[in-house]
């Protein structure tokens, strides 16, 4: 049973490993130039202390699987656990791709197209 809290830990950092540096390249590649509150760029700053929420789980889980008391260590709930928080690191992931990826959905260097003046809309051609 410890080697499967192991693996799902190990995914759990890798999670956040993408979390960060993918984010991270994305955003450079992307020439990305948002707002410094925008959820990218927060993540790309202070994304590791997303690695705190594995170490904890990973030693609570394990404590739990070793207890030498009677009907302790279930599997089924330490595993929910650790796929609940899976799920929940992947989801913050795909929202930080998402929005790295806000400048290509609309270019930041976009040439502004000329307006006309409102004397030559009402002109009529002769």
Do not use: C
């Not at 192991?6 to 955003?27: C, D, E, K, P």
């Not at 590791?48 to 990973?58: E, N, Q, R, S, V």
């Not at 791709?97 to 051609?125: C, D, E, F, G, K």
């Amino acid at each position: 049973m410890q080697s499967t809290i192991s693996r799902l830990a190990l995914f759990q950092f890798l999670a956040i490993g993408y979390a960060i540096i993918g984010v991270a390249v994305l955003m450079k590649t992307t020439h990305y130039a948002g707002s410094p509150g925008a959820f990218a760029a927060i993540l790309r700053d202070y994304g590791f202390l997303l690695l705190i929420l594995p170490a904890i789980w990973i030693m609570a889980a394990s404590i739990e699987a070793h207890r030498p008391k009677r009907n302790t260590g279930d599997l089924d709930i330490i595993l929910g656990s650790g796929f609940g928080l899976l799920a929940l690191l992947i989801l913050i992931g795909v929202f930080g791709t998402y929005s790295a990826m806000t400048p290509l959905m609309h270019p930041i260097y976009a040439v502004p197209q000329p307006t006309p003046a409102p004397s030559q809309v009402n002109r009529v051609i002769e």
